[in-house]
Every structure is written in structure tokens, then in C-alpha cells.
């Protein structure tokens, strides 16, 4: 990703590394941070909300993730991607709690 912000957005490469670091740590962070009370509001992982809910942010994310090789502005990709990340932050702990709700208790560990 790093050389591709700096070939085709042409940033240089302290510009690129720090963005990329910066988005890589604190969106799938702030994503998992955030999952907790959007699962709380849809009413906890054994609804059926989270499973739609989930169905939907992971669409949405395949959706925002699209467009993002059409931009030339440095600052759009970094955007999208700190965008991304975030809503793949949101969806693996949900998926995880969801998995987990719908084991049986004798095979739970």
C-alpha cells in the first residue's frame, strides 16, 4: 500500500510509511473499541440484528473499498482506507461474539 500512495498519489515516503502506520493502528482499534456498544444497541450477539447488521457493514465495506485504486488524492486513499479498516474493525469482533453465542455450551472451553 505504501508504494502504491507513494508511485501513483506521489507522496514521499516518510509521508506514506506514517500515514499507513497511523491507519493501521488506530482504525481496526477504534473499530474494535466500537463494536462493543453497537452489539449492545442491536441487542447483543445471539439477536438476529447482529447478523444482519454485521451482513451489512461487511457489504458496505466491500462497497467503500471499491473506488479507492480511482483516486489520485493522497489524502482520499488514506481517508478510505482508515474507513476500511475501521468498518473490518467493527465486523471481526462482532462475527467472533456471534460465532461464540451460537456454540453449545459442551463444546464451549
Same mark, same amino acid.
Given at each position: 500500500?505504501? +508504494?502504491?500512495? !507513494? #508511485?501513483?498519489?506521489?507522496? %514521499?515516503?516518510?509521508?506514506?510509511?506514517?500515514?499507513?502506520?497511523? !491507519?493501521?493502528?488506530?482504525?481496526?482499534?477504534?473499530?474494535?473499541?466500537?463494536? @462493543?456498544?453497537?452489539?449492545? &444497541?442491536?441487542?447483543?450477539?445471539?439477536?438476529?440484528?447482529?447478523?444482519? +447488521?454485521?451482513?451489512? +457493514?461487511?457489504?458496505?465495506?466491500?462497497?467503500?473499498?471499491?473506488?479507492?485504486? &480511482?483516486? #489520485?488524492?493522497?489524502?482520499? !486513499? !488514506?481517508?478510505?482506507? &482508515?474507513?476500511? +479498516?475501521?468498518? @473490518? @474493525?467493527?465486523?471481526?469482533?462482532?462475527? %467472533? @461474539?456471534?460465532?461464540?453465542?451460537?456454540?453449545?455450551?459442551?463444546?464451549? %472451553?
Amino acid at each position: 500500500m505504501t +508504494l502504491y500512495i !507513494v #508511485d501513483i498519489n506521489g507522496a %514521499t515516503i516518510l509521508q506514506a510509511q506514517s500515514a499507513f502506520t497511523f !491507519v493501521c493502528v488506530t482504525s481496526p482499534t477504534a473499530g474494535a473499541i466500537a463494536s @462493543g456498544p453497537i452489539s449492545a &444497541w442491536v441487542g447483543g450477539y445471539g439477536n438476529k440484528g447482529a447478523i444482519k +447488521l454485521t451482513l451489512f +457493514l461487511a457489504f458496505f465495506s466491500c462497497l467503500f473499498s471499491l473506488p479507492m485504486s &480511482w483516486f #489520485d488524492s493522497f489524502y482520499a !486513499v !488514506v481517508i478510505n482506507l &482508515w474507513i476500511y +479498516l475501521f468498518i @473490518g @474493525g467493527i465486523c471481526v469482533p462482532l462475527l %467472533t @461474539g456471534i460465532f461464540l453465542a451460537h456454540v453449545e455450551i459442551d463444546y464451549r %472451553t
